[in-house]
C-alpha cells in the first residue's frame, strides 16, 4: 500500500504539474496519499476486484488531480504557461469556478468516451472468444491454462480430499 501511495502521488500531480507550486504539489501527493488508501476500501467493500489497487492508483486519482487543475491552479503560472487563452487559475486561489468547471467537462467527456469505446471491444471480444474462462480453468489458474505450468511451483489450490 506504501508503493500505491507514493505512485497515487505521481498520478495526482501529473495533470497540474505546470499549475502548482511545490507547497501545492506537496498538499495533493499527501491527499493522494490518503485517497489511494480510502478507494481501495472502498472498492473493496463493494466486492470490485481489483488485487493491485490499480484503479485506486490510476483513475480515482488521476480524476483528483485533473480536478487539482482547477482547483489549486496558479493565477500567475497559467498566464505565464498557456499561451492563447485567458485562464484565471483555480478555484481556490482565484476564486473563479470556471477553470474547475473545464476540469468537470474534460472527465465527463473522457468518461463517456472510454465507455462507449469499452463497450464497443468488450461486444466484439465477447462474439470472437468469449470474456470469461470455464470455471474449472479459474480454479485450476490461467497460467495453467494458458500457458501450460504454474506460475509458483506448488502453489496452488487443493481440494479438501487432499
Given amino acids: 500500500m506504501t508503493l500505491n501511495g507514493c505512485l497515487a ?6 495533470a497540474p504539474c505546470a499549475f ?5 504539489s506537496a498538499v ?8 489511494v488508501v ?10 470490485i476486484d481489483d488485487p493491485v489497487g490499480a484503479t485506486s492508483v490510476h483513475l480515482v ?23 492563447g487563452y485567458s485562464l484565471k487559475g483555480g478555484l481556490l486561489l482565484s ?10 467537462q474534460g472527465i465527463l467527456a473522457t468518461a463517456a468516451y472510454v465507455v462507449v469505446v469499452t463497450a464497443i471491444m468488450w461486444a466484439v ?16 489458474g490461467l497460467d495453467v491454462g494458458e500457458h501450460g505450468n504454474e506460475a509458483y511451483y ?5 481440494s479438501p480430499s487432499h
Fill in 38 to 47: 480510502v478507494s481501495v476500501l472502498a472498492f473493496d467493500r463493494v466486492r
Fill in 95 to 104: 476564486g473563479d469556478p470556471g477553470q474547475l468547471l473545464v476540469q468537470i
Fill in 125 to 140: 471480444i465477447r462474439t470472437i472468444c468469449g470474456l470469461r474462462v470455464s470455471q474449472a480453468e479459474e480454479l485450476e
Fill in 9 to 14: 502521488g505521481l498520478v495526482a500531480i501529473t
Fill in 61 to 83: 486519482n488521476g480524476i483528483f488531480g485533473t480536478l487539482c487543475v482547477g482547483l489549486f491552479g496558479d493565477p500567475t503560472l497559467m498566464q505565464e504557461r498557456v499561451v
Fill in 154 to 158: 506448488g502453489f496452488v489450490m487443493q
Fill in 20 to 24: 502548482v507550486s511545490v507547497e501545492w
Fill in 28 to 35: 495533493i501527493g499527501a491527499i493522494a496519499g490518503v485517497l
